[in-house]
């Protein structure tokens, strides 16, 4: 595959293609001057009261995606968006405009002949061409402009698809629109097509092992399995379905008991992974409850308060199913884990001007960069200044008026569950804050 430098290196290699067809064909005796190729925009090659001398311009006007190759996949990641998985190229096709520029009687006309008659007899780029005119010998080489030199490494005369060179035919109308956005005077002129450079990123991806075997061999036909096809509606596979909190609570406190919901759950050695991309933490806990198919029980030890901070996380499920020798992975559902409060109910009594200073101690550790506030009945309160990590914070709440307000505290906009939901009516817990 080519790099990012490819659609310079193919302008420089049909500029080089022009250059040596004026040459070999002796333009410069049969015109009587010196003829050039230029690769300029059309407004750019005649100055505005200079002389308009005896030159071909090639113009690279419109770049498009390759109708052949754009059906391929785009650059693709992993779950986390860390890892890339492929690296499909970016597939272009090239347009260019071929103009012949001249101040005597007929000599645009000669030059735009032969150029087209080159382009005719050769109608694509091989890879012999793009590397001589890619790799210059040492001695020009290095008089090179940097640009110039960098196109060696363009990759073009080793990318899997060759060049080919099509004319292309843009009417009267199309033109006009051309040369007017170019804001130049109309010259002979021909459209070609260069088609198709293809693109592709240098960054490592995931590749996938070669398959040693399609299943357990039949001891009967000595074949291996196979497809196994399955006429039910469950899949056959290990399946999370639900995340289930005590109480009915959207959220996940340590301590708690979880209960993870679906099929084909049974096994030895069933873990559940736990994986926040934020904070970094990767952890692996052995699954709870009864070897049931259809639930596993996770515990977040309140002693890990350090491990697993306040955040969004991903749930997997991993076991080596009855029968097999193989662990399974299941599918990631989301987990939300949020604060708790463990200092509550709390009485204060406010000072002179109004003010109560409160002490909240809280699971798990507030970590270096996460947002945090209580909530005091309908009111915000910052914190006061703290060093991360910490599970004991100081707010003091100005103005207060006597009463009993519920507490929460809002860490990454994640909030301590203050109901229980469980209960018929759903009822709030007594996290109350007195002040007299």
């Not at 109308?173 to 002129?189: C, F, G, I, N, V």
């Not at 070609?192 to 092992?209: F, G, K, M, N």
């Not at 933490?281 to 699954?287: C, E, G, L, N, Q």
Request: charged fraction near 20%.
């Amino acid at each position: 595959m080519s790099t990012a430098l490819a659609i310079a290196g193919v302008t420089a290699v049909l500029r080089d293609r022009l250059n040596d067809g004026m040459v070999n064909h002796n333009i410069t005796g049969v015109l009587g001057s010196t003829v050039t190729v230029s690769v300029l925009p059309p407004d750019r090659v005649v100055l505005e009261g200079g002389t308009e001398s005896s030159q071909l311009n090639l113009f690279l006007y419109q770049v498009t995606p390759n109708t052949g190759w754009r059906n391929a996949s785009l650059p693709s990641r992993d779950d986390t968006g860390t890892q890339r998985l492929s690296n499909p190229p970016l597939a272009l096709d090239l347009h260019y405009l071929i103009s012949a520029y001249s101040g005597g009687d007929l000599h645009a006309e000669i030059l735009l002949g032969y150029a087209m008659q080159l382009l005719h007899e050769f109608p694509a780029l091989t890879r012999e061409m793009i590397r001589t005119a890619l790799n210059p010998s040492p001695d020009v080489g290095d008089d090179l402009p940097p640009a110039l030199r960098a196109l060696a490494d363009c990759g073009l005369a080793d990318q899997m698809e060759s060049l080919r060179i099509t004319p292309q035919h843009l009417g009267l109308e199309d033109m006009s629109k051309l040369w007017t956005a170019t804001q130049s005077h109309y010259r002979p002129t021909v459209a070609y097509q260069v088609s198709v450079v293809l693109i592709e990123a240098t960054r490592p991806t995931r590749a996938a092992l070669p398959v040693l075997t399609r299943g357990a061999v039949d001891p009967v036909s000595g074949r291996e399995r196979g497809v196994v096809v399955t006429p039910s509606l469950v899949p056959p596979l290990p399946t999370l379905e639900a995340v289930l909190p005590p109480d009915r609570q959207p959220v996940v406190r340590l301590g708690d008991v979880v209960v993870l919901e679906g099929h084909h759950l049974d096994g030895a050695s069933r873990t559940i992974e736990l994986r926040n991309e934020r904070h970094g933490v990767d952890a692996s806990i052995a699954a709870g409850g009864p070897d049931a198919a259809d639930r596993m029980e996770l515990l977040i030890p309140a002693s890990s308060a350090s491990a697993f901070p306040v955040g969004v996380y991903d749930i997997t499920a991993r076991m080596v199913r009855p029968g097999e020798t193989v662990a399974r992975s299941t599918n990631r559902l989301a987990c939300i884990v949020a604060p708790n409060i463990t200092n509550l109910p709390q009485s204060l009594v406010r000072d002179g001007n109004g003010d109560v200073q409160c002490t909240i101690t809280f699971t798990p550790q507030l970590r270096a960069g996460q947002r945090v506030a209580l909530l005091l009945g309908d009111r915000e309160i910052l914190p006061e200044t703290f060093a991360a990590p910490t599970s004991s914070l100081t707010f003091i709440a100005r103005d207060m008026q006597p009463g009993a307000p519920l507490a929460r505290l809002r860490i990454d906009g994640i909030e301590s569950p203050v109901a229980n939901r469980g209960a018929t009516p759903p009822a709030f817990y007594n996290h109350r804050i007195t002040i007299t």
